[in-house]
């Protein structure tokens, strides 16, 4: 059993700041991609910022040079720091993380439920 729990939403004005992190825990054997996506009410789910295990990160166009992801590889988490926020960012935002549970099994996708961000004045 794998769980993925979030926290950091809230509400902010255009132009301020917020914190997410995500925490992973339970069966886990190793972590290989961590990120956060996003859904905006009547609007697909997309992609904000993915960190591999090594490697360089990608950021959607539309957060490059505002959001910052990083992660913790002995804490298992991830956290996405978002500044400049504008009205466009409100969405539901989403971890993702490749997980495999036990050596010689593949990696597995697990999402977290989800925090809410509202950037508005």
């Known amino acids: 059993q794998v769980q993925l729990v979030e926290s950091g939403g809230g509400l902010v004005q255009p132009g301020g700041s917020l914190r997410l992190s995500c925490a992973a825990s339970g069966s886990i054997f190793r972590i290989n991609a961590m990120g956060w996506y996003r859904q905006a009410p009547g609007k697909q789910r997309e992609l904000v910022a993915i960190?591999?295990?090594?490697?360089?990160?990608n950021y959607a166009d539309s957060v490059k040079g505002r959001f910052t992801i990083s992660r913790d590889n002995a804490k298992n988490t991830v956290v996405l720091q978002m500044n400049s926020l504008k009205p466009e960012d409100t969405a539901v935002y989403y971890c993702?993380?490749?997980?495999?549970?036990?050596?010689?099994?593949?990696?597995?996708?697990?999402w977290g439920q989800g925090t809410q961000v509202t950037v508005s004045s």
């Open positions: 993702s993380a490749e997980i495999r549970t036990a050596w010689g099994t593949r990696a597995s996708g697990f």
């Open positions: 960190i591999p295990s090594g490697g360089s990160t």
